[in-house]
Each structure stands twice: as structure tokens, then as C-alpha cells.
């Protein structure tokens, strides 16, 4: 099992970055593909990007494509979201997810706060 923790919300004006990271303890954070997903006001929770567990390979929903970068720092038990030419648009809760069986995440964090606005 694993537990996840994201940090790195926040208010940032619209153009601006912010990095998310996400935390994971308990057992072989290397076994597990890592997520993000957003969830905004009235909408359904849709995914955002994603990293596999051996090779790197990562992954992007087409609006935030050449605007976000996924990664993760095995080391340091840690998977990164960098944000970048943020819009209104991308205004959401933030979730990260791991994952040991292909497209199902059985594992959350609580989510952090992303707010897009001048």
C-alpha cells in the first residue's frame, strides 16, 4: 500500500508556474505508475498526465501538452508536476494517483488547490 501527499497549491496569476509535488510512502514507490488529475468546480475529476513505472515514459491530456511536465525522483520517493503558461482554465483541485495495474489508480492523495486569476 501506499499513502500520497500533495503539496505546492496556491494562487498564481495567469501566465504565472507552480510545481506540485506529491509524497508517497509505504512500499516500492518504483512498482507504482504516478498520475495527476484535476477536478474543478462543477465538473467531472479528468486526468492531466501520467508517468510509467520503469522507462519514464509520460503522458498528457491535449490541453495542457507542452504546458505541464510530469516526472518523478525515485530517490526521493517523489513525483512532480511543473506547471507552466497557466490559464483561468487549468483552475482546479489537484489529485495525485499511483497505480500497480495499467489505467486503474487505487490510490489518492487529498488533493491541493490550484487557483488561475489576476
Known amino acids: 500500500q501506499v499513502q500520497l501527499v500533495e503539496s505546492g497549491g496556491g494562487l498564481v496569476q495567469p501566465g504565472g508556474s507552480l510545481r506540485l509535488s506529491c509524497a508517497a510512502s509505504g512500499r516500492a514507490f518504483s512498482s507504482y505508475a504516478m498520475g495527476w488529475f484535476r477536478q474543478a468546480p462543477g465538473k467531472e475529476r479528468e486526468f492531466v498526465a501520467a508517468i510509467r513505472r520503469i522507462g519514464g515514459s509520460t503522458y498528457y491530456t491535449d490541453s495542457v501538452k507542452g504546458r505541464f511536465t510530469i516526472s518523478r525522483d525515485s530517490a526521493k520517493n517523489t513525483v512532480y508536476l511543473q506547471m507552466n503558461s497557466l490559464k483561468p482554465e487549468d483552475t482546479a483541485v489537484y489529485y495525485c494517483?499511483?497505480?500497480?495495474?495499467?489505467?486503474?489508480?487505487?490510490?489518492w492523495g487529498q488533493g491541493t488547490q490550484v487557483t488561475v486569476s489576476s
Open positions: 494517483a499511483a497505480s500497480q495495474v495499467p489505467g486503474e489508480y487505487g490510490y
